[in-house]
Nanobody
Framework: QVQLVESGGGLVQPGGSLRLSCAAS????????MGWYRQVPGKQRELVAS???????NYADSVKGRFTIFRDNAKNTVYLQMNSLKPEDTAVYYC?????????WGQGTQVTVSS
């Protein structure tokens, strides 16, 4: 079973950037679609970006044009480059397969966008 560990979150001012990393303990090449999700207290977890093994991507409308997802299968890592961050991007960010696999959710990484 693959374990996923997210990192790279933090406090950033509006308009700033962060790069999140999702390191897998095993190979992610066997997982066809990987995604980044986010969750705020009291709301359901939402999928914000996904990437197919061969590289095609999809984004939620709320992040399109600002976020970029990419994966390095050789390093078993999935990244989320977040630019032009807004306060409404504040959330805990998780990576997982798409659809999410119940045993794969990690601790997430907190992203806070505030001045």
């Amino acid at each position: 079973q693959v374990q996923l560990v997210e990192s790279g979150g933090g406090l950033v001012q509006p308009g700033g950037s962060l790069r999140l990393s999702c390191a897998a303990s095993g190979t992610i090449f066997s997982i066809p679609v990987m995604g980044w999700y986010r969750q705020v207290p009291g709301k359901q977890r939402e999928l914000v970006a996904s990437i197919v093994r061969v590289g095609s991507t999809n984004y939620a409308d709320s992040v399109k044009g600002r976020f970029t997802i990419f994966r390095d299968n050789a390093k078993n890592t999935v990244y989320l480059q977040m630019n032009s961050l807004k306060p409404e991007d504040t959330a805990v960010y998780y990576c997982n397969a798409v659809p999410g696999l119940s045993g794969y959710w990690g601790q997430g990484t907190q992203v806070t966008v505030s001045s």
